[in-house]
Structure formats: structure tokens, C-alpha cells
């Protein structure tokens, strides 16, 4: 008989099981709902702007070399906006209440203090066309669409 070596009394190692992925610890909880709720986010706010692009991307191919016609498209672009957003309420609006109530939907008074007579281009279409610079007038709108509040 061999005499018992200290060895020989060494029991075998036990590996402990192998870290299981499942289930994640709330740090990972935590990224997968914030990842989640930024995506809906951004998707839910690029639907909401949509209307907003369109009607940029319209005023755009507005052509500005005549005044009349130009002035006609924006207003009747101007209108759409605002039924689209604001509903019948605006529908029967013109001349001074129209400014009054674009104005109102920002927090600079655009219109009513340089395109006065943008109001009366539509009814007077001769004498109003010729005192409104349209690119102005396009960038006013293109401000308006762009800031206004619902």
C-alpha cells in the first residue's frame, strides 16, 4: 500500500455555471425602454411634421415672377395651412381678420404690420400686387408655417 499522499485528499473543482444572460439586470431593462421610448419619439414627431414639410416643399415651387399669381398661391397655401391645422373657424376669414388671425397663431406680428396690403391682394388684385415684395412675402409665410402654435 502506497502511503496517502496529500494529493490524493484534494478534492475536484467545481466551476460554477456560466452567467446567464436572462434575466437582464435593470440597467439593460432600463436602456431597452428609453431606446424604445426615443424611437417612438422621433417617428411619432417626423408623422406630426409632415403636413409642415409638404406645405414648405409647396411654397418653395411657388414661382415668384408673377406677382399676382404668386400672391394667389400663397394666400391660397396660407389657407390650407390653417384649415388643415385650425379647422372651418378660419374658412371665411379675409382682409384685415385674416391678418389679425395668421398674427395671432405667432408671437411676431407678421403680417399685419408689413403685408398690410397682402389682405386686399385677393379683391383688389392690380393695386395690391404691385407694393408687395413677394420674396418677402415668401419668407414671412415660410416663418409663419414654420413657428406657429395650434
Known amino acids: 500500500m502506497n502511503p496517502a499522499s496529500p494529493l490524493d485528499q484534494l478534492k475536484d473543482i467545481h466551476l460554477p455555471e456560466a452567467v446567464s444572460i436572462w434575466p437582464f439586470a435593470w440597467p439593460w431593462w432600463a436602456l431597452i425602454i428609453s431606446t424604445l421610448a426615443l424611437i417612438t419619439f422621433i417617428v411619432l414627431r417626423h408623422k406630426k411634421n409632415k403636413w409642415r414639410r409638404q406645405a414648405l416643399a409647396e411654397l418653395k415651387n411657388i414661382a415668384t415672377n408673377d406677382e399676382l399669381s404668386c400672391i ?48 386686399f391682394a385677393i379683391d383688389q388684385p392690380r393695386e395690391a400686387s404691385t407694393s408687395i415684395d413677394v420674396i418677402q412675402l415668401k419668407k414671412a409665410i415660410e416663418n409663419w408655417i414654420r413657428k406657429h402654435s395650434c
Not at 83 to 112: H, M, N, P
Open 72 to 119: 394667389q398661391q400663397c394666400n391660397r397655401l396660407l389657407k390650407q395651412v390653417a384649415l388643415y391645422r385650425y379647422g372651418q373657424s378660419c374658412a371665411s376669414l379675409s382682409g384685415e381678420k385674416w391678418l389679425e388671425f395668421l398674427d395671432s397663431k405667432i408671437k411676431v406680428a407678421i403680417f399685419t404690420e408689413s403685408f398690410n396690403s397682402f389682405a
